[in-house]
């Protein structure tokens, strides 16, 4: 009897986490804007106009002068070389993450095939268990490239993009009006409530570059 | 929360699979509050929508299981092998209907009477 309510209180709880996260996903694909709240204040991230665009642009070719003329900035294939004379092979881990990709699409296939011929759920689950070991692995993988080419120029460059972007797309409600929060890029870079910044970054990516 | 992967779940859901079904169907249904400039999650959601749609005609006329929605291993590798095996199917018979094209080196015109 016991067991039996905790087993229909489980699926419940189950149930409602699955209408919430519906409910999440409706509102990241029911406009071409995502509103949240933050601190009981109301934000919106939204897609950038054509002038925000132009002003992307120009802030992206200025940090690009900067980042060209700093020496002690490499560019990806050189900090490859480099990390190679210090024995990190940075291409020996992109070689394995294109041979686990290769694997991947292969048992995929595989897998697909086998759906199609509705065999058993031993093979199926056999060749479940595999790719996502493959999956894994190449995760592993990715974070330790992420990580060992953080500082490259492209990656130093990308990463002021998503800024600006975040900076330019980030709406507050405002006596029942949306306004721009940051007026100043300079304001945005002294703010100091980094939750909410972190915030807002993850959805102007999932608006504009997922 | 992994944002793919309940964009994913929203896209297989009753509601929107219908959703999708009456808006190709019928003029003034609209899936979004916007009908242009896109988000990317947007284009990806339409994506999905589609790809559900496939499997569920294909669950439905019971060339597979419903249970390939159950994972998204499953339906991923099952539209994957799908696109493959149509790409495959395509180009065999391409080859076949351009044989009339293949010319031979030797011609047998016919005599002149």
Known sequence: MENNRKAEAEKIVKEMNEDKDLLFAENLIRDNKIEFEYEDKKYRIRLLTIAEKNELERLRTKKFGQLIQDKDILFEKDLIKVLKERGIDVDAINDEIKKLDAEEISLQVKLGESISKNEGEIILKSYKEQIEELRKRKAMLNTQKTLLLRFSFENQLLNYVSMVITYLSLDELKDGTWQRMFSTLEDFENYDNGNLINKAAIYSMTLQYI | ?113
């Not at chain 2, 019971?62 to 395509?90: A, N, P, Q, T």
Request: charged residues 25%; aromatic residues 14%.
């Open chain 2, 1 to 113: 929360m992994n944002i793919y992967q309940s964009i994913a779940n929203l896209a297989k859901s009753t509601k929107y699979q219908n959703l999708f079904l009456a808006a190709k169907e019928i003029n003034g249904v609209n899936l979004f509050n916007n009908n242009l400039d896109f988000s990317k999650i947007q284009e990806l959601f339409l994506c999905y929508l589609y790809n559900f749609d496939i499997i569920n005609k294909d669950i439905i006329t019971d060339k597979i299981s419903k249970h390939v929605l159950d994972d998204e291993i499953y339906w991923e590798s099952y539209m994957l092998w799908r696109k493959d095996f149509k790409y495959k199917k395509g180009k065999q018979q391409d080859s076949k209907s351009n044989l009339h094209l293949v010319t031979s080196k030797k011609i047998n015109f016919p005599k002149k009477v």
